[in-house]
């Protein structure tokens, strides 16, 4: 798991022993970002299910501003620090040691909003209509804003709510990506 560009390119990143963690490949990484293109720059990034801090290491490195990195598993806070502190990038996060759902519902109070929004849940919690659900019905994303959703392709996903629209799915064997953006924005 390395930063594929930006100011932190080539940077090997510390990696999760087992398989509790399920770091992004790097070849979804290229796919998002390639997607993403310049809208990265100066962009806020909440990185939900952060895991090692991959995602958001990555965005940073590309000219993103600041990042909140929200996971509940305290192996995977201490890999983000580690990950933070190895690139320097600790200064433009907030690390959120809280489920994520009840991360987005203090979220919701303080009216926080973001560019750019990723999710790797865990693929065993099956709670992806859930999550987009949560994230639809909230105000987190600011105009032209993107939900990144990273999914196990195997899976039928569904959205109660129309607040998202989904633009784009790619599947990369068992994985999928799939990117939403807010009605009417």
């Known amino acids: 798991m390395r930063v594929i560009a930006g100011s932190c390119k080539g940077r090997v990143l510390f990696s999760p022993r087992g398989n509790l963690i399920r770091p992004t490949s790097d070849r979804i990484k290229e796919f998002i970002f390639d997607y993403l293109g310049q809208e990265i720059e100066k ?18 490195s590309r000219g993103a501003e600041l990042s909140f990195l929200v996971d509940k598993s305290k192996e995977a806070i201490r890999l983000i620090y ?9 200064p433009q996060c907030q690390v959120i040691h809280q489920d994520v759902f009840r991360f987005l519902k203090i979220a919701a109070t303080n009216s926080s909003r973001f560019n750019c929004i990723f999710a790797d849940p865990p693929y065993s ?11 639809g019905k909230g105000d987190y994303l600011k105009d032209e804003g993107l939900f990144i959703l990273e999914c196990d392709s195997r899976r039928f996903i569904e959205s109660r709510d129309a607040a998202l629209l989904m633009v784009t799915k790619k599947v990369f064997g068992d994985s999928a990506i799939l990117v939403f953006k807010k009605e009417g924005s």
């Open 43 to 60: 962009a806020s990034v909440l990185d939900l299910f952060s895991g090692t801090g991959n995602l958001s290491i990555e965005a940073l």
């Open 82 to 90: 580690r990950n933070l502190e190895l690139t320097k990038l600790l």
């Open 125 to 135: 919690a099956n709670i992806y209509s859930d999550l987009i659900d949560a994230i």
